[in-house]
């Protein structure tokens, strides 16, 4: 998994690409989540599209991002989420924890 | 390395407990599923499941030690596709994993633990057997009709 960091407005938009499988780079992108944090930089949109493929591992790393940020004050979301993605958070019912846009635009507006 | 099929429809793949083999056992799976023409949609969803079933041998079952083997085999016939993977590590029960609450990870922060859940529910059927020093043997069955 790779994770590009870009500034957009008042909003960090965090490009996950390729595999989120978990592991150490759960343990990375975690790390990159709390530094924003720090930073005072608290809305957070997570960019899916170009995740080929996600487990429960990766699954298990959205939420604790959503915590981390949420029990900082700030608010994460997540956009772009192709059908393979969304499929599995409707199975898991993770749909409903998560606010999801179609686009990056659309999830930083909803600041 | 793919091995000759036993039989028509059957397909077998031996590989070492390396994290990196996850990606060959998912094409593996994505190969044969696709040539026995179950559609997209289903195929991923099996992908998914043997994905977390490999996973949790190679981190639980083998403790993350490379040189233990998996045997993966996928079987299609009856209108079900059958994955069986076969391991020779630490046997676990089945019975004893619970349902995981969903606001417990978010209040709770936690990783992992999930694998099973999504098997479960991502598959028709899932069956586990362990003959104690010996193989430990689980069977995810997908209807495809």
């Known amino acids: 998994m790779k994770v590009k960091v870009t500034e957009r407005y008042e909003a960090v938009v965090l490009e996950l690409k390729g595999n989120v499988m978990g592991g150490p780079e759960a343990a990375e992108f975690a790390d990159t989540v709390k530094k924003l944090l720090s930073e005072g930089k608290n809305k957070i949109v997570l960019d899916l599209s170009d995740v080929k493929f996600m487990n429960s591992s990766g699954l298990g790393m959205l939420i604790s991002s959503l915590t981390t940020v949420t029990n900082g004050g700030g608010k994460l979301k997540l956009a772009c989420v192709g059908e ?28 | 390395m793919k091995v000759k099929p036993p039989d028509e429809r059957t397909f077998e ?110 598959m028709d059927n899932v069956d586990y057997s362990s003959i104690d020093g010996e193989y430990n043997k689980l069977v995810l069955t997908k209807k495809i009709n």
């Open chain 1, 84 to 111: 393979k993605i969304n499929s599995l958070l409707m199975i898991t019912k993770l749909i409903t924890i998560f606010e999801s846009y179609d686009s990056v635009d659309l999830a930083i507006q909803s600041f």
């Open chain 2, 13 to 122: 793949l031996k590989v070492k407990s390396s994290l990196e083999n996850l990606a060959v056992i998912r094409d593996f799976i994505s190969d044969s599923a696709l040539d026995s023409g179950i559609n997209k949609e289903v195929v991923d969803r099996i992908i998914l499941a043997v994905d977390e079933a490999s996973s949790n041998i190679m981190r639980h079952a083998y403790k993350d030690r490379p040189e233990g083997v998996i045997t993966v085999q996928i079987s299609v016939k009856n209108n079900e596709c059958v994955v069986t993977l076969i391991d020779n590590g630490i046997g676990f029960s089945l019975e004893k994993v619970r349902e995981p609450n969903m606001l417990s990870y978010l209040k709770e922060k936690k990783r992992g633990g999930l694998g099973i859940h999504l098997m479960k529910i991502l």
